[in-house]
């Protein structure tokens, strides 16, 4: 019981500090997610993805890039990237 009650709080701790990616423009944007590898992904308009990484660089393609870490949160919004 107690493994199971550490493992519950490691995974919940572990999603506080993730970096969540918000489309706040009217359009669909390819992604991809350099950490360690690169993941190639998209995010529709008005979406959010949750828990994208921990620390890593996101390339918005013909956005641009930033580098994100903890539990920030990526903004595209007016075609450009921002960090909150």
């Known amino acids: 019981m107690k493994k199971i009650v550490v493992l519950l709080v490691l995974l919940c701790a572990a999603s506080v500090w993730a970096v969540d990616l918000r489309n706040e423009d009217s359009r669909r944007y390819e992604v991809k997610i350099h950490s360690g590898g690169t993941t190639h992904?998209?995010?529709?308009?008005?979406?959010?993805?949750?828990?994208?990484?921990?620390?890593?660089?996101?390339?918005v393609v013909g956005v641009g890039s930033v580098k994100a870490s903890g539990s920030e949160t990526v903004v595209i919004k007016d075609g450009s990237l921002e960090k909150r």
């Open 41 to 59: 992904t998209s995010i529709e308009s008005g979406t959010t993805q949750m828990s994208v990484c921990s620390d890593c660089e996101i390339e």
